[in-house]
């Protein structure tokens, strides 16, 4: 409406944010989209099944052609990453993000201990479950329509 009151400016893009881990449909979503916003920037999909029945939802509602659908997309590195982004995400309590917390500590330990075994000294960085991971939520986001 303030577009058309010539309030806002009518070249200004109109943004919101959706929280698919937590919202159990895209009705909020709709009602922003409804009230002008065209491009709903998503949490990360931390939670894939929670996530994904909410993309679908949003895509039986014409969502995805009424505004620009973007997923959020942090490149979880550690354990504790998962925990900030969790935390943020208001996600902490969901099985499935806990058990990924718990995938990235396991994955952590061991690059631990096969690197005290080593004679040289390694960088910090992902580990190769970290890559991994990462690797396939891209691939299953570019799979999703919207």
Not at 37 to 47: R, W
Not at 125 to 139: H, I, V, Y
């Given at each position: 409406?303030?577009?058309?009151?010539?309030?806002?400016?009518?070249?200004?893009?109109?943004?919101?944010?959706?929280?698919?881990?937590?919202?159990?449909?895209?009705?909020?979503?709709?009602?922003?989209?409804?009230?002008g916003?065209?491009?709903?920037?998503?949490?990360?999909?931390?939670?894939w099944?929670?996530?994904?029945?909410?993309?679908?939802?949003?895509?039986?509602?014409?969502?995805?052609?009424?505004?620009?659908?973007?997923?959020?997309?942090?490149?979880?590195?550690?354990?504790?990453?998962?925990?900030?982004?969790?935390?943020?995400?208001?996600?902490?309590?969901?099985?499935?993000?806990?058990?990924?917390?718990?995938?990235?500590i396991?994955?952590?330990?061991?690059?631990?201990?096969?690197s005290?075994?080593?004679?040289?000294?390694?960088?910090p960085?992902?580990?190769?479950?970290?890559?991994?991971?990462?690797?396939?939520?891209?691939?299953k986001?570019?799979?999703?329509?919207?």
């Open positions: 409406k303030l577009k058309q009151q010539h309030i806002l400016p009518q070249q200004l893009s109109l943004w919101a944010v959706a929280n698919p881990v937590t919202e159990k449909d895209a009705s909020y979503t709709e009602s922003k989209v409804a009230a916003a065209e491009v709903i920037l998503t949490q990360p999909p931390l939670d099944d929670a996530f994904q029945s909410w993309m679908d939802d949003a895509q039986r509602r014409g969502l995805h052609t009424a505004a620009r659908l973007l997923v959020g997309f942090p490149l979880l590195s550690s354990a504790g990453n998962v925990a900030f982004w969790a935390a943020l995400c208001q996600a902490q309590g969901r099985q499935q993000v806990q058990q990924l917390q718990q995938q990235f396991y994955s952590e330990q061991q690059l631990t201990m096969s005290s075994s080593s004679a040289s000294a390694k960088l960085g992902m580990t190769p479950f970290a890559e991994e991971w990462n690797r396939q939520l891209l691939s986001l570019q799979a999703t329509p919207g």
